[in-house]
């Protein structure tokens, strides 16, 4: 075993990446540079995605689905193995629809007094494992997601909105996490992205690469997880760097 816990000899190994900010720019397309990065590593491991983003965005991300072993979008929730569907949950099913329309109102409503730089449409996506609210509306060009970035560092709309939304309904066990650049994840606990770890019980290695591995980060659970060997990157071309340094397989 070398000093990154790889083990040469074979064992069951999965290695897992966050997408936006890890494998791609966020909501950006996957680069030819690490395809090749990922291909390489796939002849000696299986891989997998888990992001909080939907099935569909995620396809418009990395083309190809079936250059991963899985494919966990919204968290793992949803679960993708070879192309099959082999888990699903929702969170229709677990918090019940009067629940879920009295937090959507309360949550529009707060989101109608807020002043912002502009606002756009789409500002609750229902998807069916977790709520993303948006609070300057999910059809925003690329040029305006980052103009609101930088304007929500500063400003701490999301966190500020969070903190509301957190004290308000303490008693339905949500979690909330900010894992983009326009708007937040709303999800019951224990459904962040280490959800997606009970369907590796029987790998002897899981490894995972996040950016947003830091505490509130969409990747900070299943990165502290004991299940897991977890690297922080800081971007895409991190991500190919350390795959290399830790898998010596890699060019
Ligand atoms: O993968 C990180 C996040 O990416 C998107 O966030 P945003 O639109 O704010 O950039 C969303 O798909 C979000 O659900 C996801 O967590």
Sequence with gaps: MDKNGYNRMKQKTIVLFD???TLTVPRNMIKDDMKHTLKKLRSVHEIGIVSGSDLSKLKEQIGNENNFDYI??????????NGKQIFANSIQKQLGDETLQTFINYALGYM???????KRGTFIEFRQGLINI????????????DEF???????????????????RFSDLGLVFSIGGQISFDVFPKGWDKSFCLQHFDTYDHVYFF??????????????????????????????????????????
């Design 19 to 21: 997408l936006d900010g």
């Design 72 to 81: 966990l979008p919204e968290n793992g929730i949803i679960g993708y193995k």
């Design 112 to 118: 109608s007094k807020l002043i912002l730089p502009f």
């Design 134 to 145: 948006a609070p300057p509306g999910r059809n925003c060009s690329q040029a305006e997601r």
């Design 149 to 167: 970035e930088k304007y929500d560092k500063i400003h701490q709309v999301r966190t500020k909105f969070v903190e509301d939304l957190r004290q």
């Design 210 to 251: 996040g950016d947003k591995t830091m505490e509130g980060g969409n990747d900070h659970e299943i990165f502290i997880h004991p299940r897991t060997k977890s690297f922080t990157v800081v971007g895409p071309e991190d991500t190919q760097k350390q795959i290399k340094e830790i898998f010596p397989v890699s060019p």
